[in-house]
């Protein structure tokens, strides 16, 4: 897909090896205006400034992934459509 979109990989982190920290959670949301939520088939979208750390979270309470920043968009979790239309621009 990234390949397709010609979409490049500006930074990748492997959450076993740096889990993401609340820090790291609230300055994402500080730099974005929309979150969409993937949850199963769905994807609901919260605009940044309502948006809270539970947004972020899956049903075990880690960070969801993948998280996928583009511009002032970030996608949580995998829905492939949204992906697409992310990356696609």
Do not use: C, Q
């Not at 979109?5 to 609340?22: A, G, H, I, Q």
């Not at 948006?51 to 993948?66: F, V, W």
Request: aromatic content about 2%.
């Amino acid at each position: 897909m990234l390949e397709r979109t010609k979409s490049r990989v500006e930074e990748e982190r492997s959450t076993r090896l740096t889990p993401l920290t609340d820090a790291d959670a609230r300055a994402l949301l500080a730099a974005v205006d929309e979150l969409l939520v993937a949850r199963g088939r769905s994807i609901e979208r919260v605009p940044a400034k309502r948006a809270r750390l539970a947004d972020l979270r899956g049903p075990t309470g880690n960070y969801r992934a993948p998280l996928v920043r583009r511009g002032r968009t970030l996608l949580v979790g995998f829905h492939p459509a949204t992906l697409a239309r992310l990356l696609a621009g």
